[in-house]
């Protein structure tokens, strides 16, 4: 669907993979659901994300003909916005003032900018309260200068502690929950509209309900 024209406009082909690790986790669904929604970044991300992130406001996209997508874009501003504010319109620079991911229905994520970024791929693990993941590091181009060199080996560090340390900590948590069976449902916020999408379109596509828009 449109998303296509999404991510062909960073022209990826181009770009360098330069580093990349696989990481442990709970069911699939359980840590995909957290590469879709900024709400939890208050909590998980106290120390590391929060200061950049705004997590208290976020915008959905679907994308693929469907009222739920199944291809998505989670918007989120970070605390740069103010500063932008302070500008001259014509100097305002997106990727300066949001981030967002890209989410490739059923298991990819490219939290991305036209400076570089991370595109996680989640796939089932061995058994159904498993996955592991494998997070690919790519930049437009490869850095240069010990500036540059430093500046992106931070941003993999921070990556390669957040998702393991935090995110999938969290989500191993969620799991022994889920593995108890004391609740036989889960209800999803009216404002988690990511996983929402995300749920309609499994249940869509694996013939379980679900109503397409057009």
């Known amino acids: 669907g449109e998303m296509l024209e999404e991510i062909r406009s960073f022209r990826l082909e181009t770009w360098h993979m330069l580093a990349q690790n696989r990481v442990e986790g709970p069911n699939w669904k359980v840590a995909m659901e957290g590469y879709i929604e900024f709400y939890h970044i208050a909590t998980l991300h106290p120390t590391t994300l929060a200061s950049r992130i705004m997590n208290n406001i976020m915008v959905g996209d ?5 009222e739920f997508g199944p291809h998505q874009c989670v918007s989120v501003p970070t ?5 932008m504010l302070d500008k001259p319109q014509t100097e305002w620079k997106p990727s300066q003032g949001v981030v967002d991911i890209k989410f490739v229905f059923p298991n990819n994520s490219f939290a991305i900018t036209k400076y570089g970024g991370m595109v996680s791929q989640v796939f089932p693990g061995p058994t159904v309260d498993t996955c592991y993941s494998v997070h690919n590091h790519i930049y437009p181009r490869i850095p240069e200068t010990d500036a540059e060199k430093e500046q992106v080996a931070e941003a993999i560090r921070v990556f390669n502690y957040v998702v393991p340390e935090e995110d999938y900590r969290g989500g191993k948590q969620i ?12 209800l999803i916020g009216e404002n988690e509209i990511g996983p929402q999408r995300f749920h309609t379109a499994l249940e869509y596509y694996l013939g379980l309900g679900g109503t397409p828009n057009k």
């Open 79 to 83: 605390s740069n916005i103010f500063v």
């Open 62 to 66: 679907a994308f693929g003909g469907h």
């Open 175 to 186: 799991q022994l929950g889920f593995n108890t069976e004391a609740n036989r449902t889960l």
